[in-house]
């Protein structure tokens, strides 16, 4: 199992930072901005997920990254991806480094989100939005490489116009841009480094 420390950080780091980041430019589209939160829990590396609640206006009941919509007031959306995911689930901004940026991906409900990759120190006292978030969950990175814990749905006739990604984690499904940018981020993680420990 990867062990979330500061050589896997810094690596992590490298890769994002060297890269070229595809950005979108879609002006009609709401700027938004989620952290993916990686841990260290019980010696793995580990990557936390929300579950949004019913009363939410858009992705209703959908296991999604913590973040939200751009407000003029944030300066940047590196400061969005912060502030909401302080309001969503209590994690402060200081408590948050983070790692580099993923590229941006265009949902069908006509946003553009930015993912930024950050790490927090585990345990955390978490406090979330009751509006907002239902529930908390820590997925093993490891899992997540589990060929069989992932499908690929082709488009079908009169329904999404792209492949529909899906990560089985137990009961939950995680799907949509959510699964689109976690598949993004696992295929940058080279493979070497998948199940070896520091």
């Known amino acids: 199992m990867r062990v979330c420390g500061d050589h896997f950080v810094e690596e992590l780091r490298n890769i994002l930072n060297t890269r070229e980041r595809q950005t979108m430019n879609c002006p ?57 995911t302080f309001e969503e689930i209590g994690l402060k901004e200081k408590d948050v480094r983070i790692i580099g940026t993923l590229d941006d991906i265009v949902t069908s409900t006509k946003f553009v989100v930015t993912p930024f990759v950050g790490y927090f120190s585990y345990p955390y006292s978490f406090r979330l939005s009751q509006r907002e978030i239902d529930e908390l969950i820590e997925v093993p990175l490891s899992f997540l490489f589990d060929p069989a814990c992932f499908t690929a749905r082709e488009p079908v006739e009169g329904g999404p116009r792209e492949v529909v990604f899906t990560y089985q984690y137990g009961k939950h499904a995680i799907w949509g841009a959510t699964a689109r940018i976690l598949k993004q981020f696992l295929a940058l993680i080279p493979t070497e480094t998948h199940v070896n420990t520091l």
């Open 28 to 84: 009609d589209y709401v700027r938004a901005a989620v952290i993916v939160p990686l841990f260290n829990k019980e010696g793995s590396c580990h990557i936390l997920f929300t579950r949004r609640t019913e009363d939410v206006k858009h992705h209703k009941g959908q296991i999604s990254f913590p973040g939200g919509a751009f407000d003029e007031e944030d300066g940047d959306l590196r400061k969005t991806a912060l502030r909401e």
